[in-house]
């Protein structure tokens, strides 16, 4: 079992980390969308959350939700964006395009821990 | 803070004082109005500031600045004094605070004009009558609070409002985001290294020493981001909203954050953990655009 975080800033993504340590869960990284698609692809039965950004260099957060939403062999796949982008309209967009959950940036570390554990729970169900 | 909304009364100034005066006040936009003292105590209310010229002023000056705000809704308009040298040393012997909010000695300095004048919007920001318009401002206060808050545990304060000309900082490490969208413009935050060092190690959780100089620059980058982001979403409705871009960082000061020619930047100082840093923000409708 895996979490992926995608998002530009190493700040950020040790932050992620920090949180999914202490959960014990295996965390993986990557900076931009193609690199997390990658990862996916190769690592699709580990992963069972992915933590995404919206604005990053190259591919947007969306776009990559886009592409995993559309590939069957990732409807496993929870998808929580993890972004500043905080209006309304970006999350109805999101949650649209198939991201079970949203958490907008600043956040607190224990609504980081929540909202990922809460996460995970979907994947059971 | 919509400085284009602003209503600046000049009380008493002579036709070559107030000539000097506008010129200065142009750049923002003010609606500037002459009156006589007689005629400012009487409409007092009606504006945001009022700069009363009065080279000689003596020990009368008390009595004088309680004329203008015999109307009780005249009493939080903010009064600028504007005299010489010696009326200076004379007003300050008689003037309280709740008096004039400022002296200004003449010939007046523009850098100091403009320093002064923002200030002193920022203060008049909200009491029932004012035409001041702080709505896009605030956000980036509440903004940046926000995500020190939550992100390094550490409280800030706002300390003042001013305004400037270009986007030149003193500060070692800036944040900066172009805006664009129906407003654009920039928005930036910088700190001297050990604030910066500061915020980020307790972002990371890791102790002071332990961050290298690429944790900070992305660390300051991604409170840039999250500041944007947090303010974009309060102004969506607004004329002021704008569309996020990707952060970027300038290390080594002092620097230029970057600026829109014509457009005043308003600097948001606070402090944290006892030091100063800043937020600027110039960000201007496209349909104000000249």
Redesign the interface.
């Known amino acids: 079992m895996a979490i992926l975080t995608v998002d530009d800033s190493t700040t950020i993504r040790r932050i992620v980390k920090r949180s999914v340590d202490e959960m014990g869960v295996e965390i993986l990284e990557a900076a931009d969308g193609a690199s997390a698609l990658k990862i996916i692809e190769e690592r699709t039965s580990d992963i069972q959350l992915v933590l995404l950004d919206w604005n990053m260099p190259g591919m947007t957060g969306l776009e990559v939700l886009k592409v995993i939403k559309a590939n069957p062999a990732y409807k496993d796949i929870v998808v929580m964006m993890l972004t500043s982008e905080a209006d309304q309209s970006f999350v109805v967009e999101a949650l649209k395009a198939g991201a079970q959950n949203y958490l907008t940036k600043p956040f607190d570390a224990k609504m980081l821990t929540l909202k990922i554990q809460e996460s995970m729970t979907m994947t059971k169900a | 803070m919509d400085i284009m909304s602003t209503a600046v009364a000049l009380i008493d100034f002579p036709r070559l004082q107030e000539q000097i005066a506008s010129r200065l006040l142009a750049e923002y936009n003010v609606e500037i109005t002459r009156l006589s003292h007689s005629e400012a105590a009487a409409r007092l209310d009606m504006f945001n500031l009022a700069l009363f010229f009065w080279p000689d002023a003596c020990a009368e000056a008390a009595e004088r600045l309680n004329q203008l705000r015999s109307k009780e809704e005249a009493k939080k308009v903010p009064v600028v004094l504007v005299t010489s040298e010696m009326g200076k040393r004379n007003a300050e012997s008689v003037l309280g605070p709740e008096m004039a909010a400022d002296i200004l000695v003449t010939p007046l300095q523009p850098y100091i004009v403009s320093k002064k004048l923002a200030g002193l919007l920022g203060v008049k920001k909200d009491n029932g009558t004012s035409r001041l318009n702080v709505s896009y401002i605030n956000p980036f206060i509440e903004a940046t609070t ?2 020190l808050k ?2 390094a545990g550490i409280e800030c304060v706002r300390t003042g409002l001013t305004l400037r000309m270009d986007g030149n900082t003193t500060g070692f490490i800036s944040g900066t985001m172009g805006l664009s969208g129906p407003a654009e413009g920039f928005v930036s935050v910088t700190f001297n290294d050990l604030l910066a060092r500061t915020i ?1 190690c307790r ?3 890791v102790q002071l020493g332990e961050e290298t100089d ?2 900070i620059q ?2 300051v ?2 409170l840039m ?2 500041i ?3 303010a ?2 309060e102004l ?1 409705h607004t004329e002021h909203s704008f569309q ?3 952060p970027n960082v300038i290390v080594g000061g002092p620097h230029s954050v970057g600026h829109l020619r014509g457009v005043p930047v308003v600097v948001i100082e606070f402090t944290a953990e006892g030091v100063p840093f800043e937020v600027m923000v110039c960000l201007i409708p496209r349909k104000n655009k000249a």
């Open positions: 926000d995500t939550q992100m980020v972002m990371l959780q690429d944790d992305d660390g980058g991604e981001n999250m944007a982001g947090h974009k979403a969506v996020l871009s990707l």
